[in-house]
């Protein structure tokens, strides 16, 4: 498969000072560049993913009447933080 390219970006001098700044070793721009541009494709990819889930449990909610209270949802969402809490203070 041939590579692709991204268009040129003009930035403020201190953004790139910066970004040059936080570079890891043997890590070039283009590397951390390219890196940051699939990160930021896979948290949106997995928010867009998160959105359609809950509007797909609010549709099915309102078509079923069936509906979970908050208190409760809360409630075990607090156990299972203090279950892993627990655990790892174990560890």
Do not use: C
């Not at 070793?25 to 283009?30: A, F, K």
């Not at 930021?40 to 079923?64: H, I, M, P, W, Y």
């Amino acid at each position: 498969m041939k590579t692709a390219s991204f268009p040129s970006l003009r930035v403020d001098p201190q953004l790139r000072e910066d970004t040059e700044n936080v570079l890891l070793e043997g890590e070039s721009l283009s590397q951390f560049i390219e890196s940051a541009v699939r990160n930021q494709v896979s948290l949106r990819k997995a928010n867009a993913e998160f959105l359609a889930r809950g509007l797909a449990s609010r549709d099915k909610a309102r078509q079923t009447g069936r509906y979970v209270d908050a208190d409760n949802v809360l409630g075990k969402l607090q156990k299972t933080l203090q279950s892993g809490k627990t655990k790892r203070a174990k560890a």
